[in-house]
């Protein structure tokens, strides 16, 4: 099951909000240079070329599906190439700005990856980043539960995927040790009301359930959906709900 972008962009305006609050700490002074990781649809990587118009800017995603995209929002000064984040953090490139929206999320082993990162950047290079932070959402623990219970075990052949997000304090060190200055940490809720339980498990349903999805048959993909919309009524016990969605914003410049 690829991604989707129709699916994802269902919450395009709830999505779009904390990357606007991450763009709010960049400032343009220096930046030539940068590169936008987990870029998806392009869209975004288009509106930081339009407000930072003296940069130029890579895109990068591993989607091909979310990548197509992207070629309506190339420009002289903006271009978008498929690579995975490991792949990427790999390479030698260095940059004035290195920004993830809502992707790194999808990176295993954090306490290796933000450093190797870190060092991509540029003399005064911004490294800014903003991530779901998956182990205080209640979606994301009612998904957890669920594909530990029997009969998803078996069907899923074992696999499940713990989220590799940190804690607040440990991004406080890891950007303080690898000498990042002008520290802006911040844990923010997004919050969204829901009409139904339907609209929680179709917020969820364009991303963290994909790794899931794509590995069971119809017949378990149906039941998956059915338990997690019960156990989202169960959760919320009426609706309209709010859901307290919290997000991860780090800010920092390199020394």
């Known amino acids: 099951m690829p991604w989707n972008p129709n699916t994802y962009n269902q919450f395009k305006a709830i999505r779009f909000q904390p990357f606007f609050d991450l763009m709010g700490l960049i400032s343009a002074e220096n930046l030539k240079q940068a590169v936008d990781i987990g870029c998806g649809t392009g869209e975004q990587t288009a509106i930081l070329a339009d407000q930072f118009v003296h940069a130029h800017f890579l895109g990068i995603d591993a989607s091909a599906e979310m990548l197509a995209a992207s070629q309506a929002f190339v420009k002289p000064h903006v271009r978008f190439e498929r690579k995975t984040i490991e792949t990427f953090a790999e390479s030698t490139s260095t940059w004035d700005l290195i920004f993830s929206n809502a992707a790194l999320q999808w990176a295993n082993d954090h306490t290796t990856l933000f450093p190797k990162l870190m060092t991509q950047l540029n003399p005064d290079g911004q490294f800014a980043v903003q991530m779901p932070f998956q182990p205080g959402n209640a979606l994301n623990q009612i998904l957890l539960e669920i594909v530990s219970e029997q009969p998803f075990p078996d069907l ?23 000498g990042l200055t002008d520290l802006n940490i911040t844990l923010k809720v997004y919050p969204i009301v829901a009409a139904s339980e339907s609209n929680l498990y179709q917020f969820i349903a364009g991303s963290a359930l994909i790794p899931y999805m794509e590995k069971l048959d119809v017949e378990g993909q149906s039941l998956l959906k059915e338990v997690f919309m019960k156990r989202i009524r169960m959760h919320f016990k009426r609706f309209p709900a709010i859901y307290a969605f919290k997000r991860l914003l780090l800010y920092g410049r390199s020394s």
């Open 156 to 178: 899923l052949h074992g696999f499940i995927r713990q989220s590799p997000v940190l804690s607040v304090d440990d991004y406080a060190q890891l950007l303080f040790d690898n």
